[in-house]
Structure formats: structure tokens, C-alpha cells
């Protein structure tokens, strides 16, 4: 197979930017029904949570906890970070989260101080629990309120996914307002996270970051083939082993559903068949690469203008930083959400936050690849014209490109489809071509402030839209993943111009982050 000439596509603009996103805008204020903190917090409930796994996965504990506490009008705690987990990082939560911001931003929703505080003299001895996934309101309100009623604190443990996907509106955008507003990082992560993205912009105007997960743990969790032949299978399938309640592979299967990772040529591949050119400067994120050099290989000879952290920054730069590697992720993440294409290789949570993440600043272009039906591509890509092979990726692509409308409200996790905190711009209203089914329109606003992402969300200090913001209609948020979409693309565009998804393969998690 062929490949296109070495520019195509690098300075088209229809790649850089997602359309329609102009109409629309992240919008999280609480509606006049939100009761605030100071009327609704109870003396002596105090709630504590430990998060689990990686920054991201820790990212949305954080975010529920949040929630949680205001259900059940009690004073939070600040998070407990894991630091016992496979990632094995020591930090403390205002060692990487400015936790000064955290508390002061959400100080009208929910009481949260630092520290347990002492009862009579007395330290208070937090009863530890555990809540089931995906726990709802009443959940919360059976299980734990009459606990916390008795013995006033309690910790929740491993709390990962413990808050249900379908919150009443203003819950869902309280979400948002502890996601994308309270939760920022540290001065020193920022400032490095910024020089990063300097260095990036310094190279060229507009540049890819890649999230590369491509780890021999990953990989021999996922357990799928990667054409490394019998010395590949002994290698990874010892790693399997460690986990003694996975079953036995089936990578045929497995890679057929849409659970297998790219390979760092596929990723290099799709992105040339998409259209940009060899001379793109692609930022990569990555831990360990299965291969290492030999596996990247491929990827640096598409796209030779190849970047990361280590090649951008000095070994004395990152000292601060490499020893903790939440904080080494979190410059990732910096440089990530700043690019002007963020792309994935997977469906992991640093994947799903930023997706959700850059829907909500601004609709940045997110390619996460439609792996379900690139599979058999690049399974008989030797056997097809470039020109083919380049119009078949695109075509599988329409609705995994980050644009408005792609995915159904409610469909997927919360953190990765903010829909409720997705309003449109009045003026969209006039536009046939945004007749689309399933979009969230929050009436009666005014469009003061237009939120395209072309500011750093790392500068955003106060909510995108002004107090007034009123709260439309109530969406629907479904849990059931099975729920059949309206294939229809808004009137007016083709499937060749379009990016509105018609199926979203499910993916399993492979690992927290």
C-alpha cells in the first residue's frame, strides 16, 4: 500500500477545527432550584472518600465525591489520593491539585475543609465502607446516610465509578463545574505543562498530541495479537498471569469487537488516511511501548516531526516531576488538551476525560479511533489501493472526530459526553443544518461569550457564561448501551462532510488511565 504525497492535508483547515462547534459552548452555572451549600449542609456529617487507580480515574472519584457529598448534605473532606496502587505515586492531593481553588470554587455548592475535624476534643474515627458502582441518589441515601447519621463521618473506599451515570440535570452540572472549573493543577504542573505547549507551538502552528497506550501490561490485559508471532504470545501471556481471574483469550474475537489498542503504524496510518501530512509535528504521551524503538518505528517514519516530554524538555526540568507519576501525567495531559488534534489509541480514561473535557471548552478536534470497523482494514491493507484504503478510514471515521452531535446525550460515560453541560448558541436555532436528532438545547441565553477553545483552559478562572444562565429542558440520560440512534445527519450535509456518529463501539476499560 501506498501512501499519499508527504504534505497532504497538513495546513487544511477543515482538519484543525471541528465544524459547527462555533454553536455551541460548555455552560455548567446551577439553576435557581440549586439549594446552596449554606443552606443545606448538616453539622457533624462529614464524608471522605479514597480515590483508586491512576490521575484520571482519581480525576472523576474526585468529581463524584463531590456530588456525592451534596446528596448527602455533608461536609467533604479533602480526596485522599491512592498511592498504593499499580501506578505507585506518593503525591498528596494539593501536591498536585491546587487545593486552595478547589475548595474556594465549589464553596457555594459544598462545605469541604482539609481535615477531619475533633469532636469534643476527641478525633473522630471515620466508619470505612464501600459503595456499589454506579450508585444513584437513593442508593446514597439508603446505604450511607443512616450510617453517616450514626456515626457522623465516613470514608468511602476505592471510590472509582461509584456515582450513577443519570443525575438529575443540576447534579450533572455540578459535575462539570468540580471537572473543567475546581479541579486545576498546581502552579508548578502548569507553568511546566505551558512550557511544554510553548515548545510544541514554537515547532508549529498547529500540532497532534497522541495518547499512546501501548504498555506490556496493557497489552497482555487487553488479550489481543499484535502479530509478534509465538515469542509475543510467551511473552505476554506470562504478564496475563498475574491477573488469575481473566480467562483465557480469544485475540480474534477480542480485536473483531473493538478492544484492541492500535498499534502505534495504525494510529500513524489513520491519521495519514484522514489527511495529515508527514510534515505534522506529533506530540506522543506515552509510558514503556511494547518493542520499543522497533515498535515506533513505523509511526516515526509517517510522521518524522515525532515529540514527547523527554525530547522537548531537559532531564533537569522534569526532575521535580519524574519521580511521580501523576504528575508526569498531568503534564501530559496539559499538552494534550492543548493541542489543536488530540488523538487515542485506546478508550482509556485519560482518553474518555479529555474527550469530555474538549467537547466542553470548545469542541476540539478528538479522534478516537472507530476500531470496530478499522480492524479488518488494516487486516487487509496490503491487499488495497492507498486511495481506497485512505477513503474507507474516512468513512469509518464520520462521528469519532470530536464535533457536536456526535454522541446521543446520555449515551456513555458522563465524563466523556457532558451533555447537560453542552448548551447551544441562540443563533444555531435559525441554522437548518443543525437539525440534528438528540442535540441539548438550553434555552433563553445569551450568546456573551464565545467558547471555541482558542484561549488555554488552563487561564479559564470563572464559569464560561454569566449568572443568569437559564436551565432548558431536561435530557434524557440513558444507561442502557444497547439504545438503537437516529442515523439521520443534519440536514443540508453528507456523509463525506459530516462527522455524526452512527454506532460507538463499547470498549472495555484496560487499565485505569
Given amino acids: 500500500m501506498r501512501h499519499e504525497q508527504s504534505s497532504g492535508g497538513s495546513l487544511s483547515r477543515d482538519l484543525w477545527t471541528s465544524r ?50 451534596y446528596i448527602l448534605n455533608a461536609t467533604l473532606i479533602v480526596p485522599k489520593l491512592d498511592q498504593k496502587s499499580f501506578w505507585k505515586d506518593s503525591s498528596n492531593f494539593n501536591e498536585i491539585f491546587d487545593v486552595n481553588r478547589f475548595i474556594s470554587f465549589l464553596s457555594k455548592d459544598v462545605k469541604i475543609i482539609k481535615q477531619l475535624p475533633a469532636n469534643g476534643g476527641k478525633a473522630l474515627n471515620p466508619y ?30 476505592k471510590f472509582d465509578y461509584r456515582l450513577s451515570n443519570r443525575l438529575d440535570r443540576d447534579l450533572q452540572k455540578l459535575r462539570c463545574r468540580v471537572n473543567y472549573h475546581a479541579l486545576q493543577f498546581t502552579a508548578p504542573i502548569v507553568e511546566m505543562g505551558r512550557t511544554l505547549v510553548e515548545r510544541m507551538r514554537s515547532k508549529s502552528s498547529h500540532f497532534i498530541a497522541l495518547h499512546l497506550r501501548f504498555e506490556p501490561d496493557m497489552l497482555a490485559f487487553s488479550g489481543c495479537d499484535y502479530g509478534g508471532g ?15 481471574t481473566l480467562h483465557a483469550s480469544n485475540p480474534d474475537k477480542v480485536r473483531r469487537h473493538g478492544r484492541c489498542p492500535l498499534t502505534p503504524e495504525e494510529v500513524g496510518l489513520m491519521l495519514r488516511a484522514l489527511g495529515f501530512g508527514s510534515d505534522v509535528h506529533i506530540y506522543v504521551a ?13 509511526l516515526k517514519a509517517l510522521f518524522p516531526n515525532f515529540h514527547s516530554k523527554d525530547t522537548i524538555a531537559s532531564m533537569e526540568e522534569l526532575a521535580p516531576f519524574s519521580s511521580f507519576s501523576s504528575r508526569m501525567a498531568a503534564l501530559d495531559f496539559i499538552v494534550c488538551d492543548e493541542s489543536n488534534v488530540f488523538v487515542t489509541n485506546n478508550n482509556g480514561n485519560m482518553a474518555k476525560i479529555l474527550a469530555g473535557r474538549r467537547r466542553y471548552f470548545g469542541h476540539k478536534p478528538t479522534i478516537r479511533p472507530n476500531a470496530k470497523k478499522l480492524y479488518k482494514l488494516f487486516l487487509n491493507r496490503t491487499s488495497v489501493p492507498w486511495e481506497e484504503f485512505a477513503s474507507r478510514v474516512r468513512t469509518h471515521q464520520i462521528g469519532f472526530m470530536g464535533g457536536p452531535n456526535e454522541v446521543r446525550p446520555g449515551r456513555g460515560e458522563f465524563h466523556e459526553n457532558p451533555s447537560a453541560c453542552i448548551c447551544e448558541k441562540p443563533e444555531a436555532k435559525d441554522k437548518a443544518s443543525l437539525e440534528a436528532p438528540g442535540k441539548v438545547n438550553d434555552s433563553g441565553e445569551d450568546d456573551k461569550e464565545k467558547n471555541a477553545g482558542k484561549i488555554s483552559t488552563y487561564d479559564v478562572t470563572e464559569e464560561q457564561k454569566p449568572d443568569d444562565e437559564q436551565d432548558g429542558s431536561d435530557v434524557d440520560y440513558m444507561e442502557d ?11 443540508g450535509l453528507d456523509s463525506k462532510t459530516s462527522l455524526l456518529k452512527t454506532e460507538q463501539p463499547e470498549l472495555e476499560e484496560m487499565f485505569s488511565d
Avoid at 506515552?286 to 520499543?292: D, L, Q, R
Wanted: proline share 6%; with cysteine; charged share 25%.
Fill in 481 to 491: 448501551a444497547n439504545e438503537s440512534q437516529d442515523k439521520r445527519l443534519p440536514n
Fill in 20 to 69: 459547527l462547534s462555533s454553536f455551541f459552548y460548555g455552560c455548567s452555572n446551577a439553576s435557581g432550584k440549586f439549594m446552596p451549600a449554606e443552606k443545606k449542609t448538616q453539622p457533624n456529617r462529614y464524608l471522605l472518600i479514597a480515590t483508586s487507580g491512576g490521575l484520571n480515574q482519581q480525576r472523576t472519584g474526585i468529581t463524584d465525591a463531590v456530588v456525592a457529598a
Fill in 230 to 244: 509465538e515469542k509475543e504470545r510467551r511473552a505476554l501471556g506470562a504478564i496475563r498471569k498475574r491477573w488469575k
Fill in 286 to 298: 506515552s509510558g514503556e511501548v511494547y518493542g520499543g524503538n522497533e515498535t515506533l518505528a513505523p
Fill in 128 to 157: 470505612t465502607m464501600r459503595v456499589p458502582r454506579k450508585c444513584n441518589p437513593k442508593c446514597y441515601q439508603s446505604r450511607v446516610l443512616p450510617v453517616l447519621n450514626k456515626k457522623h463521618a465516613v470514608q468511602l473506599t
